[in-house]
């Protein structure tokens, strides 16, 4: 069975730091793009980062760039996204989703396989 599996998320103070975790099952981990989403509390969802398998090259979106890290783990079929400097506003249930290897984006069309979403909330 083919699917992603996010977790990590929990409560965290603004500031804070927190790993996200996506392990893979069911499909190979190389050659794919892989990319996390998160969706705040009434809007839609938005693309935060994504990363080549292959070439561990990654792609932010300018509202986490420089705060949030995107890595991957071959070994363990795993992908992380490290979020630091957390705001309230980073506040959303995040998920990680697979596309077939391709030049980086976050265009939600591109990604035919989600995992469930892990949550993250940020507040004092």
């Known amino acids: 069975e083919v699917q992603l599996q996010a977790s990590g998320g929990g409560l965290v103070r603004p500031g804070g730091s927190l790993i996200l975790s996506c392990t893979v099952h069911?499909?190979?981990?190389?050659?794919?793009?892989y990319g996390w989403f998160r969706q705040a509390p009434g809007k839609g969802r938005k693309g935060v980062s994504c990363?080549?398998?292959?070439?561990?090259?990654?792609h932010y979106a300018n509202s986490v760039k420089g705060r949030f890290t995107i890595s991957r783990d071959s070994a363990k079929n795993t992908v992380y996204l490290e979020l630091s400097s957390l705001k309230a506003e980073d506040t959303a249930v995040y998920y990680c989703?697979?596309?077939?290897?391709?030049?980086?984006?976050?265009?939600?069309?591109?990604?035919?396989?989600w995992g469930k979403g892990t949550l993250v909330t940020v507040s004092s």
């Open positions: 990363i080549s398998s292959r070439h561990g090259s990654t």
């Open positions: 989703a697979r596309a077939p290897d391709r030049l980086l984006s976050l265009q939600e069309y591109l990604y035919d396989t």
């Open positions: 069911g499909f190979a981990f190389d050659e794919q793009m």
